[in-house]
């Protein structure tokens, strides 16, 4: 991969990170509910609300996670590479998709796999 583009990427990434901490701020502020004058159907609309606004910090997390990753990767020279066999992924496809880890080859092995796998579960549990 060429230099001016992983400073492209670079630049990606760190702003994927500045907003990702940043949502990660406001949803804190968000979980902060005041306990005070409370009934049940609050309390109720509250605790679903935290879940989702957990299940969404879970989100984030995970894509904070993918983030960093490619930004170490972009630092120790790996980043652009697959991950199952090595080869460089295709730069449309870093375009598209900045933090795939995978071609677009062993990406769609990889589907096909979860796919067949999702389908046997489904004819065992028919029978
Ligand atoms: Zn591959």
């Given amino acids: 991969m060429r230099k001016s583009d992983l400073v492209k990427f670079k630049k990606i990434f760190i702003e994927q ?20 004058d409370k009934d049940e159907v609050d309390q109720a609309n509250a605790d679903i609300e935290q879940s989702i606004h957990m299940q969404l910090k879970n989100r984030e997390n995970m894509t904070l996670q ?31 998709r900045p933090t795939a880890n995978m071609c677009i080859s062993c990406k769609e092995e990889e589907e096909k796999q979860s796919a067949s796998m999702v389908l046997g579960g489904r004819f065992h549990f028919v029978h």
């Fill in 17 to 36: 990170r500045e907003q990702l901490l940043m949502n990660f701020s406001v949803l804190d502020s968000h979980l902060m509910v005041n306990p005070e």
């Fill in 66 to 96: 993918k983030v960093n990753d490619a930004l170490r990767k972009i630092e120790d020279g790996s980043y652009g590479e697959c991950e199952s066999c090595g080869e460089h992924i295709e730069i449309r496809r870093l375009q598209a």
